[in-house]
């Protein structure tokens, strides 16, 4: 027999994650008691709806990020590379969802012609077709007959009462604008090396259309915005299972800030969901600018969830010196962006002396050889919305090296340029698409 090469042994062992990790996704969904998933279902399976997920996702992350690279090895590179720019699933996406194709197809479960659908939805027959088939390709809606279509497990998510389809809308119809933008932003003089939150391309691409106003300030203006953008951070919390990493701590008195736009609609969701909580003083909502100050003072635990990715260095240390200065001395500050880092760096930082694992949410050790060590195309999310920040806001996600360094800076240190606020980083829970790092008073 002959001997395998050094390539051909990486490709192998790239086949053997794809298999294995497959093979524990599989198991993931076999042990529901519900089999696997159908490549036909037009229903939810049960582990689509459950809270925690993390052994799936994980399994994912191995499973894309070792397909990846094997398809970028083994196909003409000319293919691979043409793949990253013929990609127009997004604005496929925006369209289903803002006519909301799966809205419609919910009535017609044994599936409705492109031309009743394109009536319902007052859109061009055959211009629908296209979109309805480029998503079909991807499992995103299926033709059962010619030009007759229904909803897929994949097209339910566009739901207009979906969460985690208000949080894809919020990407698919203005980030592209933006996104549109990025070379002229990073070649245009006032531009171009700024690190402001007024730079970002969304500003850039506003001008060009005559408008000027903050992200926020859009948000507070636009009622129907606003709305989808906070279903979608609901969203984001199921996609992730940030509930059950929440469950670890008491949350008996509770107070919610953010902006007074916000905490209006945040008072009508908890009347709605928990009144009880609400009534019986366990959650008060406290409207807030935390650029100024954080009301809530002498909390065991502060949750900035999805907060300092928002905004860049010296608006992110001002934040933290404001809940640094809130804070009792055993409070423990939690700090959720997601994770996007130099895929060296992030090794390194996995490996940090004292930056433990703790009980069912322990931080992998890096991805297993060949695969790149920060899990390549498994972690594409997390690199996507590290751009997302920077198209919005100027903003990023960090290493936790970086995350570590605005952070730490003795708070009674003089207020320089690079004071920050005084905290050290004590644990790290990696959550697949996010990680949360729990911080204590240096
Ligand atoms: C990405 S969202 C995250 C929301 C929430 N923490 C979550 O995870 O669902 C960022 C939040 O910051 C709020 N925000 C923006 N500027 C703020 C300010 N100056 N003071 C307080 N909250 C602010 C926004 O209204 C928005 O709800």
Redesign the pocket.
């Known amino acids: 027999m002959t001997e395998l090469t050094e390539p051909e042994v990486k490709l192998e062992a790239l086949l053997g994650i794809i298999n294995s990790s497959a093979r524990q996704a599989i198991a993931e969904y076999k042990k529901t008691g519900h089999g696997v998933p159908s490549a036909d279902a037009t229903t939810f399976h049960p582990l689509d709806m459950a809270t925690d997920t993390l052994a799936l996702r994980k399994a994912t992350r191995l499973l894309e990020g070792a397909y990846h690279q094997l398809s970028a090895i083994l196909a003409p590179p000319q293919h691979t590379v043409m793949n990253f720019v013929f990609d127009y699933n997004w604005a496929c996406t925006d369209v289903a969802l803002r006519a909301r194709f799966a809205d419609v197809l919910e009535q017609h479960p044994e599936g409705l012609s492109v031309d009743k659908l394109a009536e319902a939805v007052n859109l061009d027959k055959s211009k629908t077709a296209r979109v309805l088939r480029a998503l079909s390709l991807m499992g995103c809606f299926k033709e059962v007959e010619r030009d007759v279509f229904t909803n897929t497990r994949l097209s339910l998510i566009l739901k207009s009462t979906n969460n985690t389809g208000c949080y894809a809308q919020t990407h698919s119809r203005d980030v592209s604008k933006y996104a549109g933008v990025l070379y002229e932003t990073m070649t245009d003089q006032e531009f171009s090396r700024s690190h402001e939150v007024e730079k970002a391309p969304r500003v850039f691409a506003c001008r060009k259309e005559g408008t000027e106003e903050s992200f ?1 300030d859009m ?1 507070k203006k636009d009622d129907e915005r606003r709305d989808i953008f ?1 279903r979608g ?2 969203g ?2 199921e996609m992730t299972g940030t509930s059950t990493f929440l469950h670890q701590y008491h949350w008996d008195n509770n107070t919610n ?3 007074p736009e ?1 905490m209006v609609q945040a008072q009508n969701a908890w009347e709605k969901d928990a009144p009880d909580a609400l009534f019986d003083g366990r959650v008060e909502l406290v409207p ?4 100024e100050d954080i009301p809530a003072a002498g909390k065991d635990v502060y949750y ?4 300092l990715h ?1 905004w860049p260095d010296a608006e992110a240390t001002m934040i933290l010196r404001n809940v640094r200065k809130a804070m009792g001395p055993n409070s423990v500050v939690l700090i ?1 962006p997601y994770l996007a880092l130099d895929d060296c760096i992030l090794l390194h930082t996995f490996q940090e002396p004292g930056v433990g694992t703790t009980e069912g949410l322990s931080i992998d050790p890096q991805a297993p050889e060949p695969m790149l060590p920060n899990f390549g195309a498994g972690s594409h999310g997390v690199y996507q919305i590290d751009l997302t920040m920077w198209f919005l806001v100027n903003a990023k996600e960090r290493t936790l090296d970086e995350m570590k360094i605005i952070a730490q800076v003795p708070y009674n240190s003089s207020l320089t340029r690079r004071a920050t606020a005084g905290l050290a980083l004590t644990q790290v829970y990696d959550l697949v698409e996010t990680m949360v790092m729990e911080f204590r008073i240096a």
């Not at 807030?288 to 650029?291: G, P």
């Not at 900035?304 to 907060?307: A, D, F, S, V």
Request: charged share 20%; aromatic share 14%; hydrophobic share 50%.
């Open positions: 926020w948000m906070h951070m609901l984001y919390s800030h953010d902006l916000v807030n600018n935390f650029l900035l969830r999805h907060i928002d959720r």
